[in-house]
């Protein structure tokens, strides 16, 4: 049924009942923007497709190698179970590729299952907010460095000049009472 969802997608649209199928409701989202979930679900759909299709190669590959081995076998070895079937994944790289598939397929599976967008957002933002406090302390602290150059270079050159009392915000005290 999932399989004729997805490729009758105009008979699917007209029928659904009371729940859509998931080719239904992968259409709606995908009206409003591909998001990651998104990926993610196609990314799993063709991975269990190439998965079903490197499972099928090898279980072929398999009987033929059983073929093989009972022709080549004498009636002793048959009927005395002395008979030995060749290592599965040594001589089968699609058994290989689909053990490499299922692996990754489970990392990919946890790691979707442990990850928080939420945090994600929330750790970029810190990452930012400490980059920014340090940027501010670097600029305050050549600010403070040129203000103590200009006061050494004005102190040498001319005398002293008292600053004013209270807030200095750079007015020069127009707007002081």
Do not use: H
């Amino acid at each position: 049924a999932l399989l004729a969802s997805f490729e009758n997608y105009n008979t699917t649209t007209f029928t659904f009942g009371e729940y859509p199928t998931l080719t239904i409701e992968l259409a709606q989202k995908v009206r409003y923007g591909i998001t990651p979930a998104i990926s993610a679900l196609a990314f799993i759909i063709v991975l269990l497709t190439v998965f079903a299709a490197l499972f099928n190669e090898a279980n072929i590959r398999r009987r033929e190698l059983v073929a093989l081995a009972r022709k080549e076998a004498t009636v002793e070895e048959l009927s005395a179970g002395s008979f030995k079937m060749p290592g599965f994944l040594s001589s089968n790289w699609a058994a290989v590729a689909l053990v490499v598939v299922a692996c990754a397929t489970v990392v990919v599976v946890g790691t979707a299952t442990v990850y928080s967008p939420q945090q994600c957002i929330a750790d970029v933002q810190e990452q930012k907010r400490l980059e920014t406090e340090l940027r501010i302390q670097e600029l305050q602290r050549q600010r403070e460095l040129r203000r103590q150059q200009q006061e050494a270079e004005q102190g040498s050159s001319a005398p002293a000049q008292s600053k004013p009392a209270g807030n200095n915000s750079g007015f020069g005290g127009v707007f002081a009472p």
